[in-house]
Antibody
Framework: QVQLQESGPGLVKPSGTLSLTCAVS?????????WSWVRQPPGKGLEWIGE???????NYNPSLKSRVTMLVDKSKNQFSLRLNSVTAADTAVYYC????????????WGQGTLVTVSP | DIQMTQSPSSLSASVGDRVTITCRAS??????LNWYQQKPGTAPKLLIY???SLQSGVPSRFRGSGSGTDFTLTISSLQPEDFATFYC????????FGQGTRLEIK
């Protein structure tokens, strides 16, 4: 059974950089899937941030593209998210998820981690 | 971006009721439509993919249908554990989600 686990600071200062890592277990990050980040502001809906393939290919949400970087570390079976120039609007629960290559559904999710942007 | 619009935004129902949630895409997405259930404090859970395929382990009372721009999620007989928020998501292009439908106990 594939499991994903997010980790990273829960508090980031405004104008700083949000950095999260997602560790994958029970399966290889080199499988034929996209590895994604999805966020959810408190009390609001879901927003796809972007995705990375094990080759390093990425796709980002156009609304966040200028601030997002995703990397994959095959040796550690994990991938990461960096979001720079954060503001209070970036406060959210951040989920990592595995996206099916063909149908595009998110079949496996991490438990999520709350990141608060505050001085 | 393809916009996804769900209706209703919230819904009150009783155990045993049949409920239907609709999702409309701003352009045709064929059957690249997925449904999720989210309970408070937990990650979304995949229920239906490709518009009508039931994810393994999901009870058969959940049914998805539709193609093109109009889709529905039907729960045939509500159980106490079904009360949650439901989201549709299109996977035809850059993923986008509906705004959610909150299903509450009447």
């Amino acid at each position: 059974q594939v499991q994903l686990q997010e980790s990273g600071p829960g508090l980031v200062k405004p104008s700083g950089t949000l950095s999260l890592t997602c560790a994958v277990s029970g399966g290889s990050i080199s499988s034929s899937n996209w590895w994604s980040w999805v966020r959810q502001p408190p009390g609001k809906g879901l927003e796809w941030i972007g995705e990375i393939y094990h080759s390093g290919s990425t796709n980002y949400n156009p609304s966040l593209k200028s601030r997002v970087t995703m990397l994959v570390d095959k040796s550690k079976n994990q991938f990461s998210l960096r979001l720079n120039s954060v503001t209070a609007a970036d406060t959210a629960v951040y989920y990592c998820a595995r996206k099916d290559f063909d149908q595009g559904y998110f079949g496996y999710w991490g438990q999520g981690t709350l990141v608060t942007v505050s001085p | 971006d393809i916009q996804m619009t769900q209706s209703p935004s919230s819904l009150s129902a009783s155990v045993g009721d049949r409920v239907t949630i609709t999702c409309r895409a701003s352009q045709s997405i064929s059957t690249f439509l997925n449904w999720y259930q989210q309970k408070p404090g937990t990650a979304p859970k995949l229920l239906i993919y490709a518009a009508s395929s039931l994810q393994s382990g999901v009870p058969s009372r959940f049914r998805g249908s539709g193609s093109g721009t109009d889709f529905t999620l039907t729960i045939s007989s509500l159980q106490p554990e079904d009360f949650a928020t439901f989201y549709c998501q299109q996977s035809y292009s850059t993923p986008t989600f509906g705004q959610g439908t909150r299903l509450e106990i009447k």
